[in-house]
């Protein structure tokens, strides 16, 4: 039990620190002047007055919140670090169109990722209360905690104005998404049509790795193929499709999904065994709901530390973040970023020093086609393209060698904290945030 009454676990405790945080009047040595060695306000509010650990609790177990929960665990001081995840396995989900396709599983044990003493609770946080510092899960219990670090990341959006759409298209953003879509596909003729909704990266990474396999595909762009990309990099991309058989359907758009067909905007009836949605990406609404300001799309309103608009006690990373000015695209590579710099903010108000702004940058965007070629995009550090590319088997091996390195990233992180790096993208600007919707 700890001073609190609560029932504790087993966490490594930092025995050094501990000794130095704790007074020891025995030993002559005045407490306070031990203290004041640290620095660290909090230290002093957390161990001398409550007498316990700094609870933080981390919410999704995604790229930016695992790396985030490793992080932590270089607080000098007495931290409990919970990770509240709804599955009991990481989710590679840059790996989502390997898993649907068959060729790959996505999910990596959270033993092997976490490091010491992180605990893992499986299970959904359904309302932050910010008042009372605490978290409602679904399976009823709450979590009581100091610092709250929310990474709930972002899903598909299928949208509700085409019909048809969330009863027959399958999305692919998410773990039980892509094994709904795998298991359809296990049980679908070779020969039968395959549509994919939408020509961003997402989009381009399914058709191929289904055209690969011989499937009959059609990619519908509405409007252009991997508008993000350079001309060469569309080009590359285009060539790719042409070479597979991939019929690409550029200012196409879809506007009725049946169970058998899609139907265009011009009335055009395709059919199509299987509709796969990749045009648009949501986030969790848990922000909102809790009370907190979100941007239009849902993300959590933070400054420049990502630090809550609302409450300094709560920190965003990651796809479900939006901080001031142009939110960072959704990605992995942002968020593998995001995460140890949400946490070192964590890390700063618990020393009770000010927190970093925070930085990234961009290398450019990588694009599995297939399993033997892609598309590195290559390009500014705020994301705009350059006019170059790398392409063929080595884009493929680059891709996947980052692939495995986002995993070995996390873990390093997590044997070794300190180590995750991110890009200085040069000064941020600091325009007001986006959009505010305060949702209640
Ligand atoms: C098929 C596919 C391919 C992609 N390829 C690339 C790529 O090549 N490069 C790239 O940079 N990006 C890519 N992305 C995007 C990338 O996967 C995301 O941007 C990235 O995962 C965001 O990381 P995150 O930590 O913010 O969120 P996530 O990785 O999504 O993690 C969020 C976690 O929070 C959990 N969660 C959600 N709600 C709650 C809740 N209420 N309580 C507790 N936990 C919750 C989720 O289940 C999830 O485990 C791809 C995405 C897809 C779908």
Redesign the pocket.
């Given at each position: 039990m700890n001073p609190s009454g609560e029932q504790t676990e087993n966490y490594p405790i930092r025995a050094e620190m501990r000794q130095v945080c704790v007074a020891r009047p025995d030993d002559g040595s005045d407490a306070r002047h031990v203290l004041s060695h640290l620095a660290a306000l909090r230290c002093l509010e957390g161990m001398t007055q409550h007498n316990a650990p700094t609870k933080v609790v981390v919410?999704?177990?995604?790229?930016?919140?695992?790396v985030a929960a490793n992080r932590l665990r270089l607080a000098p001081t007495d931290i409990d670090i919970t990770l509240?995840?709804?599955?009991p396995h990481?989710?590679e989900?840059?790996?989502?169109?390997q898993f649907a396709a068959g060729n790959y599983d996505a999910a990596v044990d959270y033993g092997t990722m976490l490091g010491e003493g992180v605990r893992l609770v499986v299970?959904?946080?359904?309302r932050i209360d910010a008042a009372a510092r605490t978290v409602h899960l679904a399976s009823g219990a709450t979590l009581n905690y100091d610092y709250l670090i929310y990474?709930?990341?972002?899903?598909?959006a299928v949208p509700a104005s085409v019909p048809g759409a969330g009863e027959y298209a399958y999305p692919?953003?998410?773990?039980e998404h892509?094994q709904r879509l795998r298991a359809t596909l296990d049980e679908l003729h070779p020969d039968a049509p395959v549509t994919v909704v939408g020509a961003g990266?997402?989009g381009i990474?399914?058709a191929s790795e289904l055209a690969e396999q011989g499937r009959r595909v059609t990619l519908v762009c509405g409007g252009q193929l991997a508008p993000s990309l350079s001309e060469p990099g569309r080009r590359s991309i285009a060539k790719w499709m042409r070479r597979h058989g991939v019929t690409v359907m550029e200012n196409d758009v879809v506007t009725e999904v049946r169970p058998d067909a899609v139907v265009f905007a011009d009335g055009a009836v395709r059919p199509s065994a299987v509709t796969v949605w990749?045009a648009g990406f949501g986030v969790?609404d848990?922000a909102a709901h809790s009370g907190l300001h979100t941007d239009a799309l849902g993300r959590l309103l933070t400054d420049d530390t990502l630090t809550s608009i609302d409450d300094d006690r709560i920190v965003a990373?990651?796809?479900?973040a939006a901080p001031p000015g142009e939110p960072p695209r959704?990605?992995?590579?942002?968020?593998?970023q995001i995460?140890p710099q949400a946490a070192q903010t964590v890390l700063s108000r618990i020393a009770g020093t000010m927190p970093a702004e925070f930085d990234y940058g961009f290398v450019g965007?990588?694009?599995?086609l297939g399993r033997r070629a892609g598309t590195i995009q290559l390009a500014r550090k705020d994301d705009t393209p350059v006019n170059y590319y790398i392409g063929g088997r080595v884009a493929a091996w680059l891709?996947e060698a980052?692939?495995k390195g986002t995993v070995w990233g996390i873990r390093r992180e997590g044997r070794k904290p300190g180590t995750a790096f991110w890009y200085k993208g040069g000064k941020r600007a600091s325009q007001p945030a986006a959009e505010v919707v305060t949702q209640s």
């Amino acid at each position: 039990m700890n001073p609190s009454g609560e029932q504790t676990e087993n966490y490594p405790i930092r025995a050094e620190m501990r000794q130095v945080c704790v007074a020891r009047p025995d030993d002559g040595s005045d407490a306070r002047h031990v203290l004041s060695h640290l620095a660290a306000l909090r230290c002093l509010e957390g161990m001398t007055q409550h007498n316990a650990p700094t609870k933080v609790v981390v919410l999704g177990g995604g790229y930016s919140g695992t790396v985030a929960a490793n992080r932590l665990r270089l607080a000098p001081t007495d931290i409990d670090i919970t990770l509240v995840n709804p599955r009991p396995h990481f989710v590679e989900r840059i790996r989502l169109h390997q898993f649907a396709a068959g060729n790959y599983d996505a999910a990596v044990d959270y033993g092997t990722m976490l490091g010491e003493g992180v605990r893992l609770v499986v299970d959904t946080a359904e309302r932050i209360d910010a008042a009372a510092r605490t978290v409602h899960l679904a399976s009823g219990a709450t979590l009581n905690y100091d610092y709250l670090i929310y990474a709930v990341g972002s899903t598909g959006a299928v949208p509700a104005s085409v019909p048809g759409a969330g009863e027959y298209a399958y999305p692919i953003a998410e773990f039980e998404h892509a094994q709904r879509l795998r298991a359809t596909l296990d049980e679908l003729h070779p020969d039968a049509p395959v549509t994919v909704v939408g020509a961003g990266l997402t989009g381009i990474e399914t058709a191929s790795e289904l055209a690969e396999q011989g499937r009959r595909v059609t990619l519908v762009c509405g409007g252009q193929l991997a508008p993000s990309l350079s001309e060469p990099g569309r080009r590359s991309i285009a060539k790719w499709m042409r070479r597979h058989g991939v019929t690409v359907m550029e200012n196409d758009v879809v506007t009725e999904v049946r169970p058998d067909a899609v139907v265009f905007a011009d009335g055009a009836v395709r059919p199509s065994a299987v509709t796969v949605w990749t045009a648009g990406f949501g986030v969790p609404d848990l922000a909102a709901h809790s009370g907190l300001h979100t941007d239009a799309l849902g993300r959590l309103l933070t400054d420049d530390t990502l630090t809550s608009i609302d409450d300094d006690r709560i920190v965003a990373a990651g796809d479900a973040a939006a901080p001031p000015g142009e939110p960072p695209r959704m990605s992995c590579q942002a968020a593998s970023q995001i995460g140890p710099q949400a946490a070192q903010t964590v890390l700063s108000r618990i020393a009770g020093t000010m927190p970093a702004e925070f930085d990234y940058g961009f290398v450019g965007s990588c694009v599995s086609l297939g399993r033997r070629a892609g598309t590195i995009q290559l390009a500014r550090k705020d994301d705009t393209p350059v006019n170059y590319y790398i392409g063929g088997r080595v884009a493929a091996w680059l891709k996947e060698a980052i692939c495995k390195g986002t995993v070995w990233g996390i873990r390093r992180e997590g044997r070794k904290p300190g180590t995750a790096f991110w890009y200085k993208g040069g000064k941020r600007a600091s325009q007001p945030a986006a959009e505010v919707v305060t949702q209640s």
